[in-house]
Structure formats: C-alpha cells, structure tokens
C-alpha cells in the first residue's frame, strides 16, 4: 500500500507498458484479444474484489517507470510502471 488517508486509499502494481494506452484512453489498439480480457478481468477483480472495506473502486493512476520488471497483469516480463488503484471511502 502506497498511501493511506480517511477519503482515499491507494494501492501500487506493476503493470506492463503496452497495457498503458488501453488503461489511460482505452486504446486497445495493439493488444490481443486475450491481453484485454486479461486486462479486464484483473480490473474487475480489483473493482469487486479488492476493495477495502468501506471504499469504492476509482481508478487506474499510471506513475513513474520501473524498467525491466513483471507485470501483475500477465506475469510477463518487460517494460513495466507503477500503476496506483485509487479507492475512495464512502462516506468522505
């Protein structure tokens, strides 16, 4: 977890670089079928299932660059940055 305050919480992963396009604009432009559902579903089980309790989903927040990393989307390697999720609380 990278930040935490009574309206927002906010939690880093590593996401590869050619899922950056679909992720700030939804340009899937360049990306299989299978790397949008992949995509997909990993942002569904985040909007569903990893929400702290008492927040809501808001949304991807790509950061910095991290270089040669692996992806926690696809579990490849590659060029990856750091993508927060930022969640707000409900009631803030």
Known sequence: MSATSE???TYEVTIGDHLLPYIVN???S???DAEIREFDNFAESVATEGV???Y???HFSPQE???FATCEVSG???ECHLV???FFHNHA
């Open 52 to 54: 702290p309790d008492g």
């Open 7 to 9: 309206r927002i919480r």
């Open 26 to 28: 939804g340009d899937a």
């Open 30 to 32: 360049g990306l299989t």
């Open 56 to 58: 809501t989903f808001g």
């Open 76 to 78: 490849g390697d590659g």
């Open 65 to 67: 660059s991290v270089g």
């Open 84 to 86: 927060e999720i930022v």
